[in-house]
């Protein structure tokens, strides 16, 4: 039983290495504002377009900024959930011997 446990984490921490690796991207303004996040939902960087910047208010490049930052962690999220699902169906695959099934 503890070496399920421990292939669990060990498989828990691939899944984290594997999310590392992936890249989302929320866009606002047709892309004139666009957010990179990883699939641990850490955003990596963000872009503005210098055209747009240069006529933007503030209040309106904040908004803008929230959306493109919510759409990548939506994105993120999502990735993170497929992962961790295709990783608990695989667990619980090889864990059906454990309870005498």
Request: charged share 30%; aromatic share 4%.
């Given at each position: 039983?503890?070496?399920?446990?421990?292939?669990a984490q060990?498989?828990?921490?691939?899944?984290?290495?594997?999310?590392?690796?992936?890249?989302?991207?929320?866009?606002?303004?047709?892309?004139?504002?666009?957010?990179?996040?990883?699939?641990?939902?850490?955003?990596?960087?963000?872009?503005?377009?210098?055209?747009?910047?240069?006529?933007?208010?503030?209040?309106?490049?904040?908004?803008?900024?929230?959306?493109?930052?919510?759409?990548?962690?939506?994105?993120?999220?999502?990735?993170?959930?497929?992962?961790?699902?295709?990783m608990t169906?695989?667990?619980?695959?090889?864990?059906?011997?454990?309870?005498?099934?």
């Amino acid at each position: 039983m503890f070496d399920k446990l421990f292939e669990a984490q060990q498989k828990a921490g691939e899944v984290k290495k594997r999310l590392d690796a992936v890249t989302v991207t929320g866009t606002a303004e047709g892309g004139k504002i666009s957010v990179t996040a990883n699939g641990n939902k850490q955003i990596q960087s963000v872009n503005i377009d210098d055209a747009f910047f240069k006529d933007a208010d503030k209040e309106e490049l904040e908004e803008l900024l929230l959306v493109a930052i919510n759409k990548a962690l939506e994105q993120a999220e999502n990735v993170s959930q497929s992962e961790m699902t295709a990783m608990t169906k695989d667990m619980l695959g090889g864990m059906g011997n454990l309870f005498g099934k």
